[in-house]
């Protein structure tokens, strides 16, 4: 280890086949690694990961050299995916009446793909996370305005809760109406658990998610419990490990909306998701170094093929985000995720002789066939070692040799012979076939969002981004495809870029009746002092102003438990209002919290008007209903460390020093004898034209005849077509 490199920075994101890890040094110099992810011990992988990237250095070294470990983990996905089925066992205490609102949810088409929605009708429900005999309801109400209507009946708590324990439940989990207006029964309630049973976990929504709508409430509150005991368990065990290696800072954890907190205080909801996150930072880091207004990130991993846009003014929020299949009430940065991957398995139809790949996946255990742990079915990563575009005995830099015989024994038999192909035909059409599925899902975003896409930049990462980023590129009139030399690991990369952040929402359910309005703008005449004073006096801007406060000074709170001084710490404000009448809510950016003047009210709600006409016209203004404040959100953030990359001076556009060989490669029906280089030798301003492969140790890219790479000043690549 050269003595310069003071100290690092160690990333980690937790996938569903392998778990990857960033060393990023002081020197802007990096190291990656990648290990097999252990659903069933995640602790292991963890260290198995960094025990990769440190190859070059030492072990030993490095946990004391750190400033900062960060995590971002799939436990809570996994636990939700196992429960009712072998996972968490846990109770769900609600108001009397509102014991089937978690089971008849909201709608069927939640979390199914476009295929699947069209046929509803034969679409079974997603299952729910309690069955309906561990749901005990109580006497109790709270009404619109916080006030309570039927006191709690306690001798109908004691009762559900003895029925719940004697079942066997490890947790439980209490969501009543109207909550986050009025806690006071919730509260009760868990005090009561308590001095029943001491010790026994219980989550509560008016601390877990004290917002409007009952549902993703309530499913929030749910999930929150379920993967609270899990994750607090692996991420104490992993704190104690990193102190006993020498580690002197809290671990980090990602969260789902883009920020990074202490494990020792993170909410168990926030993690979900959170992985895929990380290359969303890590996108907007680069935006912000290169000057780009747009980018799209496309994250190819092993199972799951995952999208973020980024435009101008950066990713939105989502306010009640799908996931698998259960509306929950956590903001998270949207990620569109579809099953496609290295691991994606192929199969030939007998009877339609069709082929289809994904979405099912050979996951990490027992893998690709290639990878000789036992997998059978031919997957993608088969295909691409079949046509040479990845060296089997260079994977992961030669620590797993590959088996290219027995991927194309098995491409040869369950695909090429039913279909009357070649085996080469074959893995190619597996291979266009998953790509076109990319692709598909790209164009359609880019579609539904109205992206011009020639004024965005796309990222491509993931262990087989590069592989595959020009095959699902390919004509969608991209400005350039860029790929970081360390895509293969790119999300735990951006999670280094992110900052310590803390989001806090709350919904006062605040109503500002009609007021005159332009019959020709449809917007509020904002000078009428007389009805603007009124809004001000009435009770619902009194509670408004009350849960700012509380929120702000929540959101502070935690950021200083955090070690982040309170002068350091930079707030922002939002929230989401609709015009009465109307079921949704639009996000609005505010430039503070209270309203104590008339002025602040009238810049609140011109922010309501802009933002609603962007969103949908002003023909769609519906002033006549007033304006209905349902919830509000603080985020606090302050800057965490963040990674220094090395900007490298001009050598050159002559790339033959990276050269390592050639061989053949299969490309567009044919073998092509095509030109191999190390892409850790390629240097700033290099020229790569294909068809050409370019080798990392965790990674491959791929480059058709059609396209040029060239190295740019942080030797991330980019890819752009060849011009003849």
């Known amino acids: 280890m050269s003595s310069d490199k003071k100290e690092c920075m160690i990333y980690l994101d937790n996938g569903g086949t392998f778990t990857d890890s960033i060393i990023v040094w002081s020197d802007g110099s990096f190291e990656t690694g990648k290990a097999l992810t252990t659903p069933d011990n995640l602790e292991k992988c963890f260290f198995n990961t960094i025990a990769s990237a440190a190859e070059k250095s030492s072990v030993k070294e490095i946990f004391p050299r750190a400033s900062v470990i960060g ?64 749901i005990k309801g109580v006497a109790e109400r709270v009404d619109a305005r916080g006030e309570v209507v039927i006191p709690l009946n306690e001798k109908e708590v004691k009762k559900g809760v003895k029925e719940l324990v004697d079942k066997g439940v490890e947790g439980i989990a209490v969501g009543m109406l109207w909550s986050f207006l009025n806690p006071v029964h919730e509260r009760r309630v868990r005090e009561i658990i308590h001095e029943m049973h001491p010790g026994l976990p219980v989550a509560i929504s008016c601390e877990v998610a004290p917002t409007f709508r009952e549902l993703p409430r309530y499913m929030t509150t749910i999930i929150d419990l379920l993967i609270g005991k899990p994750l607090r368990s692996l991420l104490s065990v992993i704190s104690s490990k990193l102190v006993e290696l020498g580690y002197t800072n809290p671990l980090l954890v990602m969260q789902a909306f883009g920020g990074l907190s202490q494990a020792a205080i993170v909410k168990p909801a926030t993690t979900l998701h959170s992985g895929p996150v990380g290359g969303l930072m890590g996108i907007e880091f680069f935006k912000k170094i290169y000057g780009y207004e747009n980018a799209i990130g496309s994250d190819v991993g092993g199972t799951s093929f995952d999208i973020c846009v980024s435009p101008e003014k950066g990713s939105p929020l989502l306010r009640e985000p799908i996931i698998g299949r259960y509306e929950i009430s956590n903001s998270m940065r949207e990620i569109i995720t579809i099953g496609a991957g290295g691991g994606s398995i192929a199969r030939a139809n007998p009877i339609t002789k069709v082929l289809t790949v994904g979405p099912d996946s050979a996951g990490s255990t027992p893998g690709p066939v290639c990878y000789g742990f036992g997998g059978t079915e031919p997957t993608v990563s088969d295909a691409d070692v079949v046509l040479g575009r990845v060296d089997p005995d260079y994977f992961l830099g030669g620590k797993i040799k590959l088996n290219r015989e027995k991927a194309a024994k098995a491409i040869e038999e369950k695909i090429a012979r039913p279909l009357g192909m070649t085996t080469e035909e074959a893995a190619e059409a597996i291979c266009k076939i998953i790509d076109g599925k990319m692709q598909a899902t790209l164009q359609t975003r880019i579609a539904l969002m109205g992206i011009d896409p020639d004024k965005f930049v796309c990222f491509a990462y993931g262990g087989m981004g590069a592989a595959h980023c020009a095959g699902y590129t390919s004509g969608l009139g991209l400005q350039k495809v860029i790929i970081p030399p360390y895509a293969s690991v790119f999300c735990a990369f951006g999670a280094s870029t992110a900052d310590i952040t803390h989001r806090n929402e709350r919904s006062p359910w605040l109503s500002i009746p009609p007021m005159p309005f332009s019959s020709e703008t449809l917007r509020l005449y904002l000078n009428d002092a007389d009805s603007l004073e009124q809004v001000l006096l009435q009770e619902g801007m009194q509670r408004y102003n009350k849960m700012f406060v509380e929120v702000e000074e929540k959101a502070i709170n935690e950021m200083e438990s955090e070690g982040v001084s309170r002068d350091v710490i930079k707030l922002s404000y939002e929230v989401f209002a609709r015009y009465g009448g109307q079921l949704w809510e639009v996000a609005c950016k505010v430039p503070h919290g209270r309203i104590r003047t008339i002025d602040e009210l009238r810049s609140l709600l011109r922010s309501f008007e802009d933002t609603y006409e962007k969103e949908y016209g002003l023909g769609a203004m519906s002033p006549r209903g007033g304006i209905e404040i349902v919830t509000i959100a603080v985020e606090a953030k302050a800057a965490g460390k963040k990674p220094r990359l090395t900007k490298h001076k001009y050598v050159g556009t002559d790339s033959s020093p990276a050269l ?28 790569v034209e294909g068809p050409a492969i370019i080798e990392a140790t965790d990674t491959t890219l791929v480059a058709p005849p059609d396209v040029k790479v060239t190295v740019d000043e942080y030797l991330n690549m980019v890819m752009e077509p060849l011009k003849k």
């Open 660 to 687: 390592k060989g050639k061989r053949e490669v299969y490309f567009d029906g044919k073998w092509m004898n095509t030109s191999i280089y190390d892409m850790h030798r390629l240097q700033m301003g290099n020229v």
């Open 71 to 134: 995590y971002g983990t799939t436990l809570g996905t996994n636990v939700m995916v196992s429960a009712g089925q072998g996972g968490p066992k846990i109770g769900f205490i609600t108001t009397k009446g509102s014991e089937d609102r978690t089971i008849i949810m909201r709608h069927r088409a939640a979390g199914l793909s476009r295929v699947e929605a069209m046929h509803l009708i034969a679409a079974e429900k997603a299952p729910p996370l309690i069955p309906r005999g561990l």
